[in-house]
């Protein structure tokens, strides 16, 4: 058995969760609901307070289905409960970010402003040098903060660009003057 499979999913107080037909799964909890539509030739059932995903076969496609399945429904209620942030730090002499109502506008050494619209269901926070996401879905606010990291990744030699708080860049020497 898949060991992170076979664990139930325990589920909080104030969470309610919901299996439909086809295995669509909607939780529903403080923080807002989430819907999703999960492998079908998973068995998802709710016993008392606990989830348990159980598979049909010990196929290898089935295994691996296994542990995802127990995984994105797992997710979904820590997201409904705490959500989820991440952190992204701006280096860089002149590099910053702002926050103008719904848009996040970073000034990042090009020749314009790069503005970035917050994708429903998600909001940024500006911190001096740090840009917070956080939302209740893990999937959006690790793609939204790629996107924002993807406007200027930090480079090798100087360090300057946008970075995660727990990123390490591993520095490079820069060229050495002819003698």
């Known amino acids: 058995m898949s060991r ?16 439909a037909e086809n295995n669509k799964v909607t939780v529903k909890g403080p923080k ?18 606990e989830i348990v995903v159980k ?14 399945t127990r995984t994105l429904i797992n997710n979904m209620v820590v997201g409904v409960t705490n959500g ?27 020749s314009h402003p790069v503005e970035m619209e917050d994708p429903e269901g998600l ?26 990291r993807s406007t200027r990744a930090p480079e090798p030699y100087k360090g300057k660009g946008i970075k995660y708080d727990y990123e390490v860049i591993r520095r490079k020497v820069g060229k050495t003057g002819k003698k």
Do not use: C, F
């Not at 598979?55 to 995802?68: A, E, T």
């Not at 940024?124 to 996107?147: F, L, M, R, W």
């Open 84 to 110: 989820y942030t991440k952190t992204l730090e701006v280096n860089g002499v002149g590099y910053r970010a702002a926050k103008q109502g719904k848009k996040l506008v970073l000034n990042l050494g090009y």
């Open 32 to 49: 807002g609901e989430l819907v999703r539509v999960l492998p079908a030739e998973m068995e998802i059932t709710q016993e008392g307070a």
């Open 55 to 68: 598979r049909p076969n010990d196929l290898k496609k089935m295994k691996s289905l296994h542990g995802l």
């Open 4 to 19: 992170i499979g076979r664990m139930p999913i325990a589920i909080p107080a104030g969470v309610t969760v919901t299996i």
């Open 123 to 148: 909001s940024t926070t500006v911190e001096g040098d740090k840009i917070i996401v956080s939302g209740i879905d893990k999937e959006k606010v690790g793609q939204y903060a790629a996107e924002i």
